[in-house]
């Protein structure tokens, strides 16, 4: 009788066991057997230097955290810092809170307040944007937000909701509401 009885818990186990692996088995396929958004590796305080052609620095990304998920190889930043070199021109920076690279690297979106500039040869700062959600593609230095945006030189001050820059050619195009104040420099 121990044998028999025995013998049927070993079998109502064995039914119960293939009943969890058949539920776990259609749990992983209604995920479609993906992989979970979690890093798949991190970097903190780092810096990537993108070279041209002729070897000389062509853009730089700095943050002070970056997570790359295994599931869409995208990747998250924390207070990016992107510098955008031009031949014989003074370089745009370009800081916002936090940020987002698609798996190509050819688009990011640097979000919460966006922080944009540029100096002139002496150094001093001859423009200064602030927005907020830029999505830009690095690799035609474009950049474009429907945000509010304040633009700032040494002589004026501009406003308007939505802009698109073009970064090599050192045009804005602003999309609405624009209002620009002149600052009269009596030298």
Known sequence: MTKW????????IAIVSGYVLRDLDDEEK????DVAHIPEFFMEMFTITVMDEKG?????LRAQYMAQFADNQTKELEEPYLV??????PPWHI???RGWVSANDDVMLLLGQVHIWRDNDAGLRELEILTQDLRVLPNTQYAETDKPVIIRTPS???KSVGMRA?????RLELLSG???VYEQNNN
């Open 56 to 60: 000389l620095p062509k853009r730089e």
């Open 95 to 97: 800081k916002s809170e």
């Open 5 to 12: 009885l025995s013998l049927v818990a070993l079998l109502a």
């Open 156 to 158: 004026s001050e501009t």
């Open 30 to 33: 209604d995920n479609g057997g």
């Open 84 to 89: 955008v070199h031009q031949e014989n021109r």
């Open 166 to 170: 073009y970064l090599e050619q050192r």
């Open 178 to 180: 624009v209002n620009t």
